[in-house]
């Protein structure tokens, strides 16, 4: 994501630019016009971060000195594109029957315990006690790696409640050794 806002937004704009000429004024004309053009307050936040990244980079450096110019830099208010919607009973209901049973699973597991996805996706049977129905969070599965979880906080202890047989049933058919992963492939990877 990084590369291609460089390669297609910061490089064509200030790619000739000297590092000590471009100052807040210049960063926030660049990003008003990123917003006439459409894009995103998530982007333009992207683009403002990136920037920033780049002065302090550039000061670790001794390449510049003084402020990071985008401190006084505004990208202005959350502007929603489509309508957020929330959607009812009955359409989750419907998006859970058509959904394959381990991904309706991991959905309902969201939702009973407030885990992150990717807390979810780096769970293993060795934090899932079937006896009593608990699950220790103590790992997430995020870009391709497992670590620790995002917070100290998010390290806790969570019921399975109502999903404890459905788990159990999903443990049946799934290499259930206590370091496979409980929503991998069915290796345990």
């Not at 210049?26 to 990244?53: H, M, P, Y």
């Not at 929603?80 to 009973?89: L, Q, S, V």
Request: net charge positive; glycine share 6%.
């Amino acid at each position: 994501k990084y590369t291609d806002h460089l390669t297609n937004h910061i490089v064509p704009h200030f790619g000739t630019w000297r590092l000590c000429d471009i100052d807040a004024e210049a960063i926030q004309a660049f990003l008003n016009q990123k917003e006439k053009v459409g894009l995103s307050w998530w982007t333009r936040n992207d683009l403002k971060n990136l920037i920033s990244c780049i002065f302090t980079q550039a000061k670790i450096w001794k390449y510049i000195q003084g402020e990071n110019p985008t401190e006084n830099v505004s990208i202005g208010r959350k502007k929603h594109k489509r309508e957020r919607k929330i959607i009812t009973d009955e359409q989750v209901l419907s998006l859970l029957n058509a959904l394959p049973a381990d991904v309706a699973l991991i959905i309902r597991l969201a939702d009973s315990s407030g885990m992150r996805i990717s807390e979810i996706l780096g769970l293993k049977w060795k934090y899932v006690d079937l006896k009593t129905g608990w699950v220790q969070v103590r790992g997430r599965f995020y870009r391709g790696n497992y670590d620790v979880p995002k917070s100290d906080k998010s390290i806790r202890d969570l019921p399975l409640g109502y999903l404890l047989d459905e788990i159990k049933t999903h443990a049946k058919w799934r290499k259930a050794e206590p370091e496979a992963y409980v929503f991998g492939y069915p290796d345990g990877t």
